[in-house]
């Protein structure tokens, strides 16, 4: 996920096959999303280990929900970017690029 999304952002496009394509800001909008859990993962690290050390608690009290966090910003954030992949590129881009029919 980290990949794909490292990937639309630089490049630009999301292709899974032919026929199901992202291009221009949407496929960067949808790399962003796909990093997201990283920063989230970290900063949520970052504030229980943060607080917790100013409490003077053991880090092994929180590593539950910051385990929670990561795994729900994963989650949330693949189907954002899957449901946006779907929309953009199966019936968005079907609706604006499919060439008009030939005339007689």
């Not at 996920?1 to 221009?24: D, E, P, T």
């Not at 962003?32 to 943060?50: E, R």
Request: proline share 6%; charged share 15%; hydrophobic share 50%.
């Amino acid at each position: 996920m980290l990949v794909a999304g490292i990937y639309a952002l630089g490049n630009g496009r999301l292709k899974l096959s032919h026929r199901f394509l992202v291009q221009g800001i949407q496929a960067r909008l949808i790399g962003a999303i796909l990093i997201l859990p990283v920063p989230i993962a970290f900063g949520a690290g970052f504030i229980k280990g943060f607080l917790g050390a100013s409490k003077g608690a053991n880090p092994d009290d929180y590593n539950e929900i910051v385990r929670l966090v990561s795994l729900s910003s994963f989650v949330g954030c693949l189907a954002t970017g899957s449901i946006l992949f779907v929309v953009w590129g199966i019936l968005w881009h079907d609706a604006r690029f499919d060439p008009p029919d030939a005339p007689s």
